[in-house]
């Protein structure tokens, strides 16, 4: 455990999880504008556009390459200085795809929602870690230590601190992470996930949530780890997991100010096991109980129940019940 109490450690520890689940790798200099690679124009970028507009025409083969191109602009244009409502935009769009017209040929007009992510087949998008990624916005330059890339959307960021350094703790991970929100608007409008840790130590919340809502996530099975981060990674990163999670398990409160809430691990285990049991009670020759989803007090029971109805409602196999 010691070989990882270091900030540089962590940080390539985590991308060698991410790149077990088959997540590609590049360093963030190689694909700067002055890079290998050159895939942003610019510092300000923070979608990798060409990535975006490939998976666009990739997931939508039957709509014209206008309506494409329309649904690309949508997703990398901002439509308010509100950081919070352009995420819960951003969100509608990587949820439900993004709404676009075009003409059918004869005078008439079709409506559509192009995909930007495909939740059926993990496969079919494009997975990436990028690490050091320079980014720079009205505040100035700034340099997140590790993003997660799903068809060149930035949908997870990880910012880690050195644990043997007394000033920088895993709570000064999650101030570095509120910086970032007052200076990196841009990016952070893509975010889904925000994730800090140390060498031990590991938590996750959402662009909202404040420190006491960031979360350890638990092993599945209950079995204790010492390096919190390799839970974290292997099983809410694992490719269709996070896309599940993505889908079923991120809500906005419709609060002044809008509030983003995001599952705990109790909570995306027990509605999972919930469902599933529900689909085999109600199966023909099923017993017709469920049983208890049981909650300690404060433990975020409504919330629960919430991703639990919404799931079902659109689970093909309880056909909307």
Do not use: C
């Amino acid at each position: 455990m010691s070989g990882y109490l270091n900030e540089d450690a962590i940080e390539q520890y985590a991308i060698e999880l991410l790149k077990g689940l088959g997540y590609a790798y590049l360093p963030g200099a190689d694909i700067a504008p002055d890079g290998a690679r050159e895939e942003r124009k610019s510092f300000k970028d923070a979608v990798l556009v060409e990535r975006l507009r490939s998976a666009i025409a990739r997931l939508n083969p039957t709509i014209p390459s206008s309506a494409r191109e329309d649904a690309l602009r949508k997703v990398t244009v901002h439509e308010t200085t509100d950081l919070v409502l352009n995420n819960q935009r951003f969100h509608r769009f990587l949820v439900e795809g993004v709404p676009v017209e075009y003409s059918d040929g004869t005078g008439g007009v079709r409506y559509t929602k192009a995909r930007i992510v495909d939740f059926a087949n993990p496969d079919a998008n494009d997975w990436l870690a990028v690490n050091q990624f320079t980014i720079k916005e009205d505040a100035g330059e700034r340099r997140p230590d590790l993003l997660v890339f799903i068809n060149g959307l930035p949908i997870a960021l990880f910012e880690f601190k050195n644990p043997m350094d007394e000033k920088a703790t895993i709570l000064s991970a999650f101030n570095q992470t509120q910086t970032y929100k007052r200076d990196l608007p841009g990016l952070l409008a893509y975010n889904e996930l925000l994730i800090v840790a140390d060498g031990t130590r590991a938590k996750m919340g959402s662009l909202t949530a404040d420190w006491e809502r960031f979360s350890t996530w638990k092993r599945e099975d209950g079995a204790k780890v010492p390096i919190e981060i390799e839970p974290l990674i292997s099983e809410v990163f694992e490719k269709r997991r996070i896309l599940d999670f993505i889908r079923y398990f991120v809500l906005f409160e419709t609060t002044t100010p809008v509030n983003k809430k995001i599952a705990a691990y109790h909570q995306y285990y027990g509605v999972n096991r919930a469902i599933e049991r529900t689909i085999a009670a109600t199966a023909e020759g099923g017993d017709r109980r469920i049983g208890v989803f049981w909650h300690t007090q404060g433990s975020g029971k409504s919330l629960s129940m919430a991703f639990y109805a919404a799931k079902i409602a659109q689970h093909p196999q309880l056909a909307n019940p």
